[in-house]
């Protein structure tokens, strides 16, 4: 079945670091990604759509320029986290579907716990 | 705007028991609804997909109905095991909001050996 690879798992930093995650369709193309947020013990928050070779949609209240999302190939999107502080320390989970638009479920990664010190 | 409910927030039974968990939407107009399961510190795995013609789907002990009318779904797990105990998602899709999942939040499971 479809695979959505996503890296680091975990990522422990100082204030003030940049951090990159990548989310990689493995055996299917992706035209369009999503980012979520979730907080703990609450639901995923839809932060972006990423869509290859164009701009992200992001949702109201996020921040483009603290998020930044780049989806340069079919099979890989990166969420970076730029200037990260304490309160950006969350679950960050990305997921994609083979065919979007259509029935077919979402497939999602396994999640970056994020803690920045 | 499309709001998600999940009832109850947590749940405890024996293991052996029958249970059902309660997912409600506000909009009706869905183009599909989604179960998932998400275990502590990881992604979700998705269970079972409902399209909006569909009334319920099947998979092992699990079953899901959907009645879109009156916004609701139902995840039923039957002969609970310990191994079910996990966070259970449900999430409907319309396509005029681009594809995008909107999620409840989730009941926390717990089945008791």
């Known amino acids: 079945g479809a695979v959505v690879s996503q890296h680091p798992s975990r990522v422990i930093c100082k204030s003030g670091t940049s951090v990159k995650i990548e989310c990689r369709s493995l055996?299917?193309?992706?035209?369009?990604m999503f980012w979520y947020r979730q907080f703990p013990k609450k639901s995923l928050m839809l932060m972006a759509t990423?869509?290859?070779?164009?701009?992200?949609?992001?949702e109201q209240g996020v921040e483009k320029d603290k998020f930044l999302i780049n989806h340069a190939s079919l099979t890989l999107s990166t969420l970076t986290v730029t200037s990260a502080h304490p309160e950006d320390s969350s679950f960050y989970i990305c997921s994609a579907s083979p065919t979007p638009g259509s029935n077919q479920p979402q497939h999602f990664g396994d999640g970056t716990r994020l803690s920045i010190l | 705007k499309q709001e998600v409910t999940q009832i109850p927030a947590a749940l405890s039974v024996p293991e052996g028991e029958n249970l059902v968990l309660n997912c409600s939407f506000t909009?009706?107009?869905?183009?599909?609804l989604q179960w998932f399961r998400q275990d502590p510190g990881k992604g979700l795995t998705s269970l079972l997909l409902i399209q909006s013609s569909q009334r319920e789907q099947t998979s092992g002990r699990l079953n899901a109905s959907l009645d879109k009318s009156s916004g609701r779904s139902t995840l039923y797990i039957a002969a609970s095991q310990p191994g079910d105990s996990a966070t259970y998602l449900c999430a409907v899709k319309r396509l005029e909001y681009g594809n995008k999942l909107v999620f409840g939040a989730g009941t926390i499971l717990r089945v008791k050996s």
């Open positions: 990423s869509n290859e070779g164009s701009k992200a949609t992001y």
């Open positions: 909009d009706s107009a869905i183009y599909n």
């Open positions: 055996d299917f193309q992706a035209t369009t």
